[in-house]
């Protein structure tokens, strides 16, 4: 990963062209073997990667305890980190042996439950119980996560907090991250945080986000970190596989056919599904980084060098008038 890192929120924070976003580290789907996830952290770092993002919700806090563990000792000044409010965890006490989360998709001991919280103490809290976890002394962006039925306690609560955070130089950023453009549209318009991320809403298979999220980010001069931009599945290889998942189910056959057309239009020019995907969401000037988890180090390797893809502008315009870019 070779480019040039773009500012970040306005803190003075800059960050690279890829980050890696930490899910699989707290057992998302599957738990990782004892052999495999020590190692994604440092193959990612030395793949360039220096943009880590976690939050408590991954593996009941599983995820910023190994991402801590695998960054413990990089040099702390030399990286950016964040982690997420709104989930603060406590005992479960209905926990029974051998019960696991994978009802919310994680494969960990359901020891902790979630308790969704945004009021000014529990963000207090969470923050604390992060630090503690991740092993850091600071974080740097705090983001404020699926508020999606929470909005007014967010706007009352978290982000009052944040802002109080951010004045007092605790953090350097602070903003909110969901899988909505709306919302995180008013939040913006409403709020003087300076970063969103946003998940599954600018891809190849959804620019929605173009709309309205983007522009308005961008005169406002918010940073976006754009999440999921392989769809869950379905554009993270050349070609799409039986089984393919589209946001978590089965794609269905007209996505499918549609993401054949658009691999046939990149093997004409040299590329692939996974290199256009990425490159397609960095293309537009609001956005700071591309955010791609990782279930190996192979992966993140893989993941982080996809952004050094030339795609030839002829790549858009074909597929604009083949229909298959908005």
Not at 108 to 126: F, I, M
Request: hydrophobic share 40%; with cysteine; proline share 6%.
């Amino acid at each position: 990963m070779t480019q040039e890192d773009r500012p970040f929120g306005r803190g003075g924070l800059t960050v690279g062209p890829v980050g890696y976003g930490a899910a699989a580290l707290g057992n998302l789907y599957a738990a990782r073997p004892e052999d495999v996830w020590p190692g994604i952290v440092p193959a990612a770092w030395e793949a360039g990667v220096r943009y880590f993002d976690t939050a408590p919700h991954y593996g009941l806090g599983l995820s910023e305890a190994r991402l801590g563990a695998g960054l413990r000792d990089r040099p702390r000044d030399e990286y950016v980190l964040s982690t997420k409010v709104g989930r603060v965890l406590e005992p479960n006490p209905d926990y029974r042996a051998g019960e696991t989360d994978i009802a919310n998709l994680f494969d960990v001991p359901a020891t902790r439950r979630r308790r969704r919280d945004y009021s000014r103490d529990g963000v207090l809290r969470s923050v604390e119980d992060s630090l503690n976890r991740l092993g850091v002394d600071r974080i740097d962006v705090l983001l404020v996560h699926d508020p999606d039925e929470y909005e007014r306690e967010a706007l009352e609560g978290a982000f009052p907090a944040l802002e109080e955070l951010r004045s007092q130089g605790v953090i350097r950023s602070y903003g909110a991250g969901m899988n909505q453009t709306g919302m995180l549209t008013r939040f913006i318009r409403r709020t003087d945080l300076d970063i969103v991320m946003c998940a599954s809403r600018y891809t190849l298979l959804d620019p929605s986000a173009e709309r309205d999220l983007l522009p308005t980010a961008q005169d406002r001069g918010v940073s976006v970190a754009v999440a999921a931009v392989f769809a869950s599945g379905i554009l993270a290889t050349e070609r799409p596989r039986p089984g393919a998942t589209v946001e978590y189910g089965a794609a269905s056959p007209e996505q499918i056919a549609r993401v054949g057309r658009i691999a046939d239009v990149a093997e004409r020019y040299g590329t692939t599904v996974p290199e256009l995907a990425v490159r397609f969401a960095l293309r537009h000037p609001a956005v700071s980084t591309v955010v791609l988890g990782a279930d190996t180090p192979e992966q993140i390797r893989r993941n982080a060098a996809l952004a050094d893809a030339t795609v030839p502008d002829a790549v858009w315009e074909e597929l604009r008038a083949e229909g298959l870019l908005a």
